[in-house]
């Protein structure tokens, strides 16, 4: 049965909302429709024809110029495009994504819409992916660009803790960030932010997340030999 919310583009307000709505692929076309063609008009994703028909029983377009991709789906051109599982699976993750403050597991996943534990977490991947954006995913600068590398461990001091936990801390290698949480930042001066949770300060650790694009200069402070930034701050430009 469908939801009341069967309006186009009415996201549901709750998960059990999501679930019955997006149980209807009506709901699910709907829906779809509105954010890909909001004028309404369709329009073919191979040549840009106007010219398409709703084929309900195949539940595909067909666009009627002569090309060779004449019928195509809703999924088509988005990252559900080559995914057996149908939308009335995709869609539901996706509200869960974007209405989860802490996130959400392959595991809840998994137990709301049915599927297995891999495929949820193939799922979220996706899910995940698609919604980042210039700002929050891919690489940072630019010819010119200046960005400063820094990082930090976070976490209580030892002369504060417990003696049995002080001397465990201490005993340790690593030195003042045993038992403590590293950051890792990169800062677009004037621009873009990325950061990272890192292990140690070691390079091999360190140079992965300095993802940046060809030409920017990378600044970074100086540190103890072997820490890695001393070896970054001799090449301050990107290649």
């Given at each position: 049965m469908a939801s009341k919310q069967n309006k186009h583009n009415e996201f549901p307000a709750t998960l059990q909302e999501a679930v019955i709505h997006f149980q209807d692929f009506e709901n699910c076309k709907a829906?779809?429709?509105g954010l890909r063609w909001p004028g309404g008009k369709v329009k073919c994703p191979h040549c840009g024809s106007d010219d398409v028909a709703w084929l309900p029983n195949a539940r595909v377009f067909k666009c009627y110029v002569k090309h060779p991709l004449q019928k195509f789906s809703l999924k088509v051109g988005t990252i559900f495009e080559d995914s057996p599982l149908p939308l009335e699976k995709w869609l539901p993750v996706m509200w869960m994504l974007v209405n989860?403050?802490?996130?959400?597991?392959?595991?809840?996943?998994?137990?709301?819409?049915?599927?297995?534990?891999?495929?949820?977490?193939?799922?979220?991947?996706?899910?995940?992916?698609?919604?980042?954006?210039?700002?929050?995913?891919?690489k940072i600068g630019g010819p010119g660009c200046e960005?400063?590398?820094?990082?930090?461990?976070?976490?209580?001091?030892?002369?504060?803790?417990h003696k049995a936990r002080k001397e465990r801390a201490l005993a340790g290698k690593g030195g003042?960030?045993?038992?403590?949480?590293?950051?890792?930042?990169?800062?677009?001066?004037?621009?873009?932010?990325?950061?990272?949770?890192?292990?140690?300060?070691?390079?091999?650790?360190?140079?992965?997340?300095?993802?940046?694009?060809?030409?920017?200069?990378?600044?970074?402070?100086?540190?103890?030999?072997g820490s890695g930034w001393r070896v970054l701050g001799r090449g301050p430009t990107a290649g």
């Open positions: 829906f779809m429709m989860a403050k802490n996130g959400i597991s392959s595991w809840e996943v998994h137990h709301v819409i049915s599927v297995t534990q891999k495929s949820a977490w193939f799922m979220l991947q996706r899910c995940r992916l698609a919604l980042q954006d210039e700002k929050y995913g891919g960005i400063e590398v820094d990082e930090t461990f976070i976490g209580g001091k030892a002369r504060n803790m003042g960030y045993v038992g403590k949480a590293g950051v890792q930042g990169m800062l677009e001066r004037g621009g873009k932010i990325r950061t990272a949770i890192v292990s140690d300060e070691k390079l091999v650790t360190l140079m992965p997340n300095v993802r940046v694009e060809p030409g920017s200069h990378v600044f970074t402070v100086r540190s103890a030999p």
